[in-house]
T-cell receptor, first 111, second 113 residues
Framework: GQQVMQIPQYQHVQEGEDFTTYCNSS?????IQWYKQRPGGHPVFLIQ?????EVKKQKRLTFQFGEAKKNSSLHITATQTTDVGTYFC???????????FGKGTTLSVSS | GAGVSQSPSNKVTEKGKDVELRCDPI?????LYWYRQSLGQGLEFLIY????????KSGLPSDRFSAERTGGSVSTLTIQRTQQEDSAVYLC???????????FGPGTRLTVL
């Protein structure tokens, strides 16, 4: 079945450093979504990518969807303590059924 | 309501008992999802409802798990004969349509003793 892998599982950075998490699917995706879950909270939608090679930015966050629509990345520039949390990617296969979540990357930031 | 609500927020039960978890999605959202999240783990898909279509039950881990969605709105996840490995946070989410962003509820923390 479809699998979505995310790396790294954990990342610790100093405030001001950059951070990237990568998401890879075993199958071609129709779209990919990214969510952020703060400690003790529930996942909150960040963005959806649909087109091959798509790049979207939200302030310090840059999201990319690979040309083959099998991988994606989230890059945070100059991390802040407010960026702490777990970032999940979630991909939907071409068959268009359930959204499959990766296991997430947990980011910690020290000031 | 303004968002997805779930009840109860916490549930402690004894092994072997049945439990029911409730989800009230955002009004007008046709898609509803149930996920399970164990401590420090990702989101495990359980079941998905879309309008009046047959639900996608492919994520249910065993026949002890079942879910209903009545009237296209409220959903109930039932776990029969609970086991300790069922302990987790059960999250519900809804979206306007299948491919749109999902709005998550606060979850129900289930502890099976």
């Amino acid at each position: 079945g479809q699998q979505v892998m995310q790396i790294p599982q954990y990342q610790h950075v100093q405030e001001g450093e950059d951070f990237t998490t990568y998401c890879n699917s075993s199958t071609t995706l129709s779209n990919i979504q990214w969510y952020k879950q703060r400690p003790g909270g529930h996942p909150v939608f960040l963005i959806q990518l649909v087109k091959s090679g798509e790049v979207k930015k939200q302030k310090r966050l840059t999201f990319q969807f690979g040309e083959a629509k099998k991988n994606s990345s989230l890059h945070i520039t100059a991390t802040q303590t407010t960026d702490v949390g777990t970032y999940f990617c979630a991909g939907r296969g071409q068959a268009g059924t359930a959204l499959i979540f990766g296991k997430g990357t947990t980011l910690s930031v020290s000031s | 309501g303004a968002g997805v609500s779930q009840s109860p927020s916490n549930k402690v039960t004894e092994k072997g008992k049945d439990v029911e978890l409730r989800c009230d999605p955002i009004s007008g959202h046709t898609a509803l999802y149930w996920y399970r999240q164990s401590l420090g783990q990702g989101l495990e898909f359980l079941i998905y409802f879309q309008g009046n279509s047959a639900p996608d039950k492919s994520g249910l881990p065993s026949d002890r798990f079942s879910a209903e969605r009545t009237g296209g709105s409220v959903s109930t996840l039932t776990i029969q004969r609970t086991q300790q490995e069922d302990s987790a946070v059960y999250l519900c989410a809804s979206s306007i349509l299948r491919d749109n962003e999902q709005f998550f509820g606060p979850g129900t923390r289930l502890t099976v003793l």
